[in-house]
Each structure stands twice: as C-alpha cells, then as structure tokens.
C-alpha cells in the first residue's frame, strides 16, 4: 500500500487555508495511488497557537470534520490529521489525531497520552489510553502523537494491539533531531511495524520547525526523508517486507512476558 506523509509549512490560526491545502494534497496524493494522507500534529489549526486553542478547538465530528470528511470521499483517500479536541461533555480540550476514510466516514481517533513541557500541559488534558489499531486495505493502522513515540512502552502497546503501521502526526523543533534520526527507526525494528513520522517545517509563530518526516520500516530503513520545507512524501509499505523483517528481527516471539511485570 502506498501512504503519502505531508510535510507541512502550515498557516497557524488559519483553519480554513488548512483545509483547502489540504484538499490540494488529498488530490495529489490520491493521484500518485496512496491510499492514506497522514499530516502533522494540531494540523487543522496550528501548533504554537496556546493563546486561541479555546477559539480553534472544535469537536471530534464539528465543521472541519465535515470538511475532511467531504474531501476524503471526493478524492477517495483516508485523512489523518492532528487538531485540538473541544470534548462538548467535559469542556476540556485534548491534543488529539482523528482517522477518516476514504468513505468520508471516522476510522480512528486518539488523544495524545504524554503531554509535553508545560505549554502543552497548560492548554491541554492527557488522554487516558491507546485506542485500538483501525482496518484500511488490509492494515491494522495504530496512531500515536509526538511525544509518546519517545516512550517505549507507548509503542509497544500499539504494536501488540495488533498495529502493522503506527501512524505519528508531531509538532517537533530543531534541538530534538535524535528522535526521527534515531528513536524513530528503533521504536520500528523492535516493534517490527512500520513508522510514519509527520513533522511541521519552517516557522511557525517564532518556533523553528525540523521537518525530518519519513518512513521507518521494520528492518529499520528510511525510505524517505525530507529535511526543511512544504513536501509530500509517498511511500511504500508491504506485509511481504514484515514477514521477512519478522525472520531477522524475532523480537515477538522471544519476549519473555513474566520478566516485564515491574513495567506495568
């Protein structure tokens, strides 16, 4: 299966100009025969935009939602894309990724668990769990955000709920580079799953973005990278390169689960 991973210099507090990017890159990607779009965390709004998260949060199922929903359908692709969550119920605001497929129809969605520094603590509540791995074209597809891929236990967790793929929208700057260059490809080998890492780029709000987005498969190669810049990767995945990393790598069958108690 083909998965398009877009880079993005986005347009901080501009929704609408977001979408309409987006739409842009649904139809590209659809185009190049990717079957999944994957965009960088709090896409829909920005990232460093602290000040107006109450004003740019919106509904697992509001009007952008909506939006993405109609642009997935009509360019009969999956969209995964990181907003900030307004939960109506609690009134609080999460961190979170939503799935749509290529039906216009919610796949998947997840609230970021380990919030990071104190500028996402102060805008944001921690989600309380990893959900289940969704279904598209025969993949069992995870998602993470950011910060929780630098959590072993985060990732594993997804993998041995079944994930083949972990899908990771980040908003990450210029000093943290060891975590595409190196955790990302460790968390794919030791896990045996393929890792789609999607980065903001450039400036954003006086923060200085890494791009650095790529694919990590299991045998811990890159298949794309991309330093600085608005870009719109499309990579290849395959069960055949699983079963085969899977012989190499048998980290699955040699864990021993009685030893790992104190982790939990």
Known sequence: MKIGIWQRIGAPGDKQANLAALAQNARAASAAGAKLLLCPECYLAGYNVA??????????????????SEIARRENIAIVYGYAEHDLKSNDIFNAVQAIGPGGAALGHYRKTHLFGAFEHAIYKPGNGFSEPFMLNGWKIGMLICYDVEFPEAVRSVALSGAELILIPTALTKEYSAVPE????ARAVENQVFIAYCNHAGMENNMN?????????????????????DTLLIAQISHERLQACAQIYPYRQDRRRELYGRLV
């Open 182 to 185: 190196y955790i990302v490809p």
């Open 209 to 229: 973005f890494l791009g650095l987005s790529r694919l990590a498969g299991p045998d811990g190669k890159i298949d794309k990278v991309t330093e600085d810049g």
């Open 51 to 68: 000040d107006d998260i109450k004003a740019l949060a919106e509904p697992v199922d509001g009007p952008a939602a909506r939006q993405i």
